[in-house]
């Protein structure tokens, strides 16, 4: 086992042109593993996570923070969740894809007998009303969809903000997100039969709309363009000129953004019921209930049962996803 160690807050927080001479684009090859998260696909295609995207929970707080700027708390929860959801904590390994030969069962079968599923296994982590990703009871939860991101370009040439450059709507905005986001979930609530939208998996969502506005902005000016917002989700590359943003971006920051994208059409979590309606979750009395949703109800409570290495690492990881939300850490209640 290797004991997981959270790793001290980078002093190098300022802009900075990404990627370096030393991180190329070098495409994926055959056994690489890329997933749903354009952010950690284009992390590991540059050589900031190892390129055959199986990487450990320290290698993930650094590269976001040394690619994007994304603050040491926020990646540390985020990557705290996605080590316990569908990694080996044991092992201190997590497929940014798909189910690896590199990374086998918990010990004592904690998790079940098979693998762990990696981020692009359905459930926890990945779920639905994704941007470019498909629901995975109609689609391809996993790649990027041509069809979803063409309706994100039409939305931003009916919302977006002129180019100075251009001339074009080709501007990026929170404008574009609000519709294009309460597009979505109109459309999958309707296609998918057993779409899945609680808090947890809400309240994510929306802070991915924030992180693409954000994260993948230029730093230089704080916009988006079109062209940089296809060449990460599209591409996964880092574009040519292009700045991280300029201060570190925690989940205070973030939230705000995902709550001012959610305001202008509120949606709020539910599931669908075997009829197709949409049924709204009652309100979870707690400290703060996406928290609660994604590391209590979500992680399986087998994991309090591990020992030695397991059961230490399983602390750490519980206790970085609850620091940024301020609430008191709570172990694992969820199914396996
Ligand atoms: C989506 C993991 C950091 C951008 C996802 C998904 C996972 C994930 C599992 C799929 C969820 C879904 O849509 O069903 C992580 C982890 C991170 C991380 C563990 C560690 C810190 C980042 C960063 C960025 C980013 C730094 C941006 C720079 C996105 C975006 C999506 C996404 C835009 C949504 C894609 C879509 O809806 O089509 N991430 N991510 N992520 N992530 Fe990340
Ligand atoms: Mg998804």
Known sequence: GVIIVIPPVSNDTGIKQIPDAAHPWVAPGPGDQRGPCPGLN???????????????????????????????????????????????????????????????????????????????????????VSMTRQDAAIGDNVNFQDSLYDELLLYTGQFGDDSPVTGNRSIVTTKVMQEFKYARFLEDQVRNKVLEYHVGRLSLSYGEAAFVLNFFANGTTGTLSQQTMGSFLRNQTFPDNWFRKSSPGNLTFIAS??????????????????????????????????????????????LNNATGILARNVITLVQAIAKPFGCPPVAPAGPV
């Open 257 to 302: 953004s995902a709550t001012e994208i959610l305001l202008a059409h509120p949606v709020a979590a539910g599931a669908n019921n075997a009829n197709g309606s949409y049924i709204l979750d009652a309100p979870l009395p707690v400290c703060s209930a996406p928290y609660y949703n994604l590391a209590v109800q979500n992680l399986p409570a087998s």
């Open 42 to 128: 284009t992390l590991a295609n540059h050589g900031y996570l190892p390129h055959n995207g199986i990487v450990s929970f320290e290698q993930i707080v650094t590269a976001v923070g040394e690619g994007f700027n994304m603050e040491h708390d926020l990646a540390s929860a985020l990557a705290g969740f996605a080590m316990l959801a569908r990694g080996n904590a044991y092992l201190d390994l997590v497929s940014i894809g798909g189910e690896s030969p590199l990374i086998p069962v918990l010990p004592d079968e904690i998790d079940g007998p098979n693998p762990p599923g990696g981020l692009a296994k359905h459930g926890r982590f990945e779920g639905d």
